[in-house]
């Protein structure tokens, strides 16, 4: 079992930066390629960003990329997920997931465990 706690969350302008942690509660945190979806009102969760295991992998939605950074610490049982250059757009609640699954998991079905989610408001 996992149980995963998110934290980071708030109000920002447009422009500004936010950063989201993750922390999870479980003996084997690096066996769980890790990832985080958001969700805004009326929308289905959507991906963001994932890493693999080791960290040496990310992968991230379109609409993130270059403005979004995930990493983990394995060492520290935590991913976070840097945000910069938000916009009003990225207004949703964020979650993090866990899934035991290998490669480029970007399918909310494929994972296995959720966090209750953080808000995330930006301003414009």
């Known amino acids: 079992q996992v149980q995963l706690v998110e934290s980071g969350g708030g109000l920002v302008q447009a422009g500004g930066s936010l950063r989201l942690s993750c922390a999870a509660s479980?003996?084997?945190?690096?066996?769980?390629?890790m990832g985080w979806f958001r969700q805004a009102p009326g929308k289905e969760r959507e991906f963001v960003a994932a890493i693999s295991r080791t960290g040496i992998s990310t992968y991230y939605a379109t609409s993130v990329k270059g403005r979004f950074t995930i990493s983990r610490d394995n060492a520290k049982n935590s991913v976070d997920l840097q945000m910069n250059n938000l916009k009003p757009e990225d207004t949703a609640v964020y979650y993090c997931g866990a899934t035991p699954r290998l490669g480029r998991v970007t399918g909310r079905i494929e994972y296995d465990y959720w966090g209750q989610g953080t808000q995330v408001t930006v301003s414009s």
């Open positions: 479980v003996r084997t945190f690096s066996v769980y390629t």
